[in-house]
């Protein structure tokens, strides 16, 4: 999470280009929407299952990051590609995880729902998708958040690749239905029958995302700057309770 702060403000101070970012989390780690209660939290249950909790930068619900695919795009709010209000610019990013997905075998859809969709969804982001976001079979198959700060628009989002989709219910002090979490999400595991590894993921999502937006991704690294600032923010707020546990 830190990091991609580092990465807006590298952007929004013109020392960055927009950038597609994709990363993993190790150990597994569960993360909270940006104004989700704590309370939410069953922090034994964490600390048993040596399962780190952060609190993100964007909104939505919780996400347990394991055994998945995870993205970041950051621009400035007037690049094409995420110009306009956040509903369109999901809806043009949405593009990118399509192409990538088609790519995997996964004949998904976007799902657009109208503004006044139930929102009692409970704590987990899973349970219920968002206008734009992406289901196969009519099940939510990737969780995409975003927030908009100094004139940069940053998005990421979560693509489990394979496991029990469930897992994050034992980790939520309401224990929700593991059921119904699995009856409303699903894994590309369960999608197409085999389990891809993170690194063909990782390729197949970046030729969607070069397609479908007509970009030339570049490969790149850090900027020392964006290091520097990323270090700074992991230590006085993504690592500190006065962060991830102020609501």
């Known amino acids: 999470m830190a990091l991609d702060e580092a990465i807006l403000r590298g952007v929004a101070e013109g020392a960055s280009p927009p950038t597609l970012r994709f990363f993993g989390w190790q150990p597994a780690c569960l993360s909270l929407g940006q104004a989700q209660p704590v309370a939410d939290v069953d922090f034994d249950a964490c600390s048993r299952l040596g399962v780190d909790v952060v609190r993100r930068?964007?909104?939505?619900?919780?996400?347990?990051?394991?055994?998945?695919?995870?993205?970041?795009?950051?621009?400035?709010?007037?690049?094409?590609?995420?110009?306009?209000?956040?509903?369109?610019?999901?809806?043009?990013?949405?593009?990118?995880?399509?192409?990538?997905?088609?790519?995997?075998?996964?004949?998904?859809?976007?799902?657009?729902?109208?503004?006044?969709?139930?929102?009692?969804?409970?704590?987990?982001?899973?349970?219920?998708?968002?206008?734009?976001?992406?289901?196969?079979?009519?099940?939510?198959?990737?969780?995409?958040?975003?927030?908009?700060?100094?004139?940069?628009?940053?998005?990421?989002?979560?693509?489990?690749?394979?496991?029990?989709?469930?897992?994050?219910?034992?980790?939520?002090?309401?224990?929700?239905?593991?059921?119904?979490?699995?009856?409303r999400a699903i894994t590309v595991e369960s999608a197409i029958g085999r389990a891809l590894p993170y690194a063909e993921a990782a390729r197949l999502m970046g030729e969607g995302f070069a397609s479908a937006l007509n970009v030339r991704l570049e490969p790149g690294d850090l900027t020392p700057q964006e290091r520097a600032w990323a270090e700074e923010l992991r230590s006085d707020k993504y690592a500190s309770d006065s962060w991830t546990r102020r609501i």
């Open 57 to 183: 930068p964007t909104g939505g619900r919780a996400i347990l990051h394991v055994d998945e695919l995870t993205y970041s795009v950051t621009a400035r709010e007037d690049h094409p590609h995420v110009q306009g209000g956040i509903v369109e610019s999901y809806r043009r990013l949405s593009e990118g995880l399509l192409a990538g997905l088609t790519r995997m075998g996964l004949p998904v859809q976007q799902v657009e729902r109208p503004e006044e969709h139930d929102r009692d969804q409970g704590p987990v982001c899973f349970v219920t998708p968002s206008n734009y976001e992406i289901v196969f079979d009519g099940r939510k198959l990737v969780g995409s958040a975003q927030v908009r700060r100094g004139g940069v628009v940053l998005q990421h989002g979560s693509l489990p690749l394979f496991g029990d989709i469930a897992r994050i219910c034992g980790v939520l002090a309401a224990k929700p239905d593991a059921a119904r979490v699995r009856a």
